[in-house]
């Protein structure tokens, strides 16, 4: 069982992993588009495991439902053949590729040493879910009280940013404003 | 203890019901038929003279001492303290109130007494009129402005009926405003009752200064003392000595106050806009300036009597410019061959009757005379519609005659009025006119003469009409002849009433030397008492039954004297008035140029007017544009060509220093700012970059 | 690695029954998408006064396999410029969207995969969702411009429907307190069905789906007279097979769900009540009556192989009255009794739902694009979203009231804005700005 | 059980390669795109924690991102579509307009 479980994870980690790179270096945007909506279900599956199992729905019908079918639309409201023919990278690819670099190993410095650091929480190898972890479940009804209860006000502003943006949205694709 | 009853109470609706209809027809009339209209207007009318009849009647009821209602409806001008010109601190408030008292009681049943029947005789002939309810919507709007004024129980709120009257006066002369002479004698009816409510303003601001108040009276007020009245300021001011019977103050507020009224009630030498106002419907003639709202300069003066009669001097004025207004205007009336202007003049003629009755101190006699008058005058103007509808619009009696038995009741009831201006006893107008000469005898023999002479050219100019109009051979065109016909019910109905009132109008105030009792002048008493028992015994005064005897009989046979005459010239001798004119030509056609007055005022004040705008005119375009305004061009020009030089080397001289040392300092700095999205999330990330080794290199 | 295949078996073992319903259900919904198609043409075909298929096996109930034999041995085109990985995967995820969404759904108590999934209806609307993108990168894929006007057509109507349909099984949701399938139809077995509870969220989401499947009075994607065949216009063989294979299963899935949130799910009608408990005779006696119509009709048959084919099917149905039967009269069987009963009453209330889409078809002209958004749009999210807030307000009310009370009155609400809403729509004349999108 | 580690590995590789691709893309719908990736990464990073903690409040906050993601990606998306209606191109090196 512990096996297979790590399997899983493995598998999904590598789909989302390999994917993600592909998002960024195919040429074409659909593709990138579909590799993404990979990348997401592979999250959506690590979710699952994690015992997310709303936010593994929530990932699915909105992110690879929702988001990304608006992407799609727009990539094919917007592809220009032209596009695919030009030149994919900017100037400032080398310089961004080291700093990132640089990014990368200090995070990962950080996740590596947080555990030596006294006071600085559980270090790298700590189960993610020790034996006397609580079980979030059930859980749709866990994050729904949650999420209506000490969290209500911040859903309430999430809804209201949905709204802006719904109508920000409609006002910058019309035609003539 | 004041009187109270359903009407009484309610007499403040009195002046809305016109309100009401006016702003309906004003509003939407255009859309009513000719049939509501009338039903509406004429009912609102009605409406108010039932409430006015049913106040009056129970205010009569009450105990002579108790006869006043006064109502404050609420506070409309609450100015605050003031200082008077005496010192006394008052705190001036101007109500919008009602007062009902014998005089306006009089003045309410006049006006929607006669306003009712004029209104039921302009249904038949403004019936095939255009503009049929814009006629009765400003009719109403003129009830209400005048009940207004008649009801108004402060000297500003009647000013806003004096001015709402003027307004409506104005708008129904200009009835016809296609025609260029109607327009025209609206402009200068409103224009001259300017100058006149010029004076009447400063006199309101005077005797505002003065007694700082402009209540008439406290009297019928629920705590007397509480309130202010014109009569009680007086009386006060009397008894404290900081005001004299004859004061020169009291005696300029009067006359201003009388300017108002010279202006209103067409008094020399404001008169001019009446003829003219002529050109408006024939009822609003009859109404407007007839019957009520040209004595409303009487009722001011009379309802102003406390005070007039505290300057002598003023009151002496008014009296003789009423006399010689009332001679003035009869001889005018002698030649005018207008139907209508000459009962213009004959108007003005007797507005200067009442105002000689008021200047003696007879205030009861002169407002009796504008009772009496309101009613046969309103008559002769109705009937004089009557004629002219009957002969097909035409106005001049040259072109009428023998229309005795074509139009019989309108001829009768003509009759009857004529000899009621004439003053043949028993009728109303000898009982008035009697009466005011009278005590113009007791008080100067020589305006009495006046009066005397004008009662006799009254008389003749009178028949003249009748004689001109109704006998002698038809001179009507042969066209109109074959029309005449008798008005419809609507008009005769009212004229017979009018004729009716004129008989025995005159009887309530049957004088004392024939028997009567002179009920009107005790009833009117209480209010033409004045401020001080002492100059209102100098008021009532009586003469003897002997001398009283010969003076109506002097005057009766003057008048007879003038009937006569007046028979003799146009019905036996129709050849003797060429002859008169042609022996005195130049008295005939200074008669007939009505003494030239209107191109004197022309030459005096018109064409003045004018010259003095184009004086201003051309200081206008020499002084003001040339040297001030071009001047001041020119130096802004060359203000501004300094200003240039400054602001192109020194101002944007330094600004382009500072911009040239900036841009060559930023030079540097520039290619940080790509404008491109992606380099500055580059900078993002190596800002973190460079956060984290600070971080890192703290915590260690 | 020994231990991962230790682990794989021991995950089999424990999961054996889901597994093995998984598999059956993969092998079987072809067979049943492909016996929908005939029904589909038959019912058509009665309608219309025609015999429909009738030449392959009796009554043409051997059509479909000729049809999938047909399709398997077609030429497979692929368009020229067409971009061959998309156009690949474009088919196979309409058709895992819809075959996984049946994983969560539940045939009959027990008769489900995903079994203790606690997202259980949310799970269906989400996999099914992924379905959009076999369409639009099917269309895009092709390289044609009638494939990707297709496409994009029936993109937007999927996302417009999908708000309507999932506000309409909120209203469900809420009656039931859960989102597990178990639970929701468990939640039925007490009182009514929610399709009387929730009468307008039902009517909201047969429409909805039945604009979600695509299918008439809905069906512009595919508009044979307009776009020639939408997104499928370049697919052939086997990969349009799967397309179509994707559009039945949908029609299942919208069916299942409509089933279980407001049809009761696998209970017979009228579960609590005790003496109608004689309605559990009723399946096997129906299944006899099939059995004995076919064995009349045998002898009528033409050719000896359709005489055997007619006598399979009769004895496949005496089987199927066997298996009803079964628990009924034998006790070694009762335990079954639920998952039996279940599955047939289920698939009974499934079968008359896909029925109502068939009978939609055949009665009801297309709809123009623009009244397909308004329709979405202005009506459809609109009621739907007020249903949502009626229902709440009558499950706040039902507190003191009467739910029967409190749920008339929230419902007469509703219905009196949808009438406002209908009315409000027939006045606007202006072209919807949806409509614009595609 | 897995170690946390693994997922903030997993976060962190999700996390950089999303950087990469919105600091060296020029289209600007892959910038996007990345975007969501970095999201993504940060998804990970707060239900593993829930996990690790016991606690349902990282799940929560990775629906508002998902939320957020949701907005950003409509208004992102719009102004694409107003800025490609405009100037016919989707490139962020050209979109310079900030720089005069």
Sequence with gaps: ?177 | MTPSGYFLDHVWLVPLFPLFTAALMLLAGRRLRNGAVSALCVGSVAASFVFAAGAVLQLVAADPAQRVKQMILFAWVPAGPMHTAAGRLVDFVADWGVLLDPLSSVMVLVVTGVGLLIHIYSIGYMGHEGGYYRFFGYMNLFMFSMLTLVLANNLLLLFVGWEGVGLCSYLLIGFYFLRRSAADAGKKAFIVNRVGDTGFLLGVFLLVATLGTVRFTSAGLPVPSAYSGIAQALAAGIESHALAAGAPVLTAIALLLFVGATGKSAQLPLYVWLPDAMEGPTPVSALIHAATMVTAGVYMVARMNALYQLAPLALEVVAVVGAATAIFAATLGLAQNDIKRVLAYSTISQLGYMFLALGVGAFAAGIFHLMTHAFFKALLFLGSGSVIHAVSGEQDMRKMGALWSRIPTTAKTFLIAALAIAGIPPLAGFVSKDEILGKAFEHSPLLWLVGFVTAGLTAFYMFRLVNMTFFGTSRVDPEAARHIHESPRSMTMPLVILAALSVIGGWIGWPVALGGVNRFERFLEPVTRGATPETAAEGVAHHTMAGGYALMAVSVGIALAGIWLAYAFYIRRRELPGRVAASWPRLYRLLYRKYYVDEVYDAMFVNRTKDLGTALGAFDAGVVDGLGVDGAGWLTRATSRLSIWWDTWIVDGLVNVVGRAVRALSYPVRWVQTGVVSSYALFIVLGIVLGIVLLGYRLH | MQELVHGLTQFARMNAGPLAFAVVLVALLPLMAGYLVLLERKIMADMQVRLGPMRVGPHGLLQPIADALKLLIKEDIIPENADLLVFWVAPATSVMAAMTALAAIAFGPGLQVARDLNVGILFVVGVSSLGIFGIVLGGWASNSHYSLLGALRSSAQLVSYETAAGMAMVSGLLLAGTLQIRGIVEAQRGHWWFICYAPVGFFTYLVASVAETNRAPFDLPEAESELVAGYMTEYSGFRWALYFLSEYTNMIVVASVATTLFLGGWLRPFASVRWLGFLDYLPPLLMLAVTAYCLVRVPQQPVAVQKWFLLAVAGCCALGAGMLAAPLALAPAKPYFAAVHGCFWFLLKVSAYIYVFLWLRFTLPRYRFDQLMRLGWQFLIPVSIVNVLGLGVALALADRWPLWASLAVTTLATLLIAAYLVRAGGRSTGEPAAAGKA | MIPIGHYLFLSLALFIIGVIGVLTRRNVIIILMSIELILNAVNINLVAFARLFGDVAGQVFAIFIITDAAAEAAVGLGIIIAFFRNRETVLSDEMDMLKW
């Design chain 1, 1 to 177: 069982m512990h096996l297979l479980d790590k399997a899983l994870f493995y598998v999904f980690a590598g789909v989302a992993v390999i994917s993600a790179v592909l998002v960024v270096t195919r040429r074409n945007a659909v593709h990138s588009a579909i590799f993404l909506i990979t990348a997401l279900l592979a999250t959506a599956g690590i979710f699952l495991q994690l015992q997310a199992e709303f936010l593994f729905i929530v990932q699915v019908i909105l992110y690879a439902g929702g988001i990304m079918v608006l992407f799609v639309f727009v990539i094919m409201l917007v592809n220009l053949d032209v596009a695919l023919r030009q030149v994919q990278f900017n100037r400032q690819k080398w310089v961004a590729g080291i700093v990132v670099l640089a990014l990368a190993a200090q995070l990962g410095l950080v996740i590596w040493t947080a555990g030596r650091i006294p006071g600085a929480g559980p270090g790298p190898n700590a189960a993610a879910s020790p034996a006397p972890a609580p079980q979030l479940q059930p859980n749709a009804e866990m994050v729904a009280r949650s999420l209506f209860g000490p969290y209500v006000l911040p859903l309430e502003i999430a809804s209201v940013l949905l709204l802006v943006a719904m109508i920000g949205a409609v006002v910058m694709a019309k035609r003539k404003v």
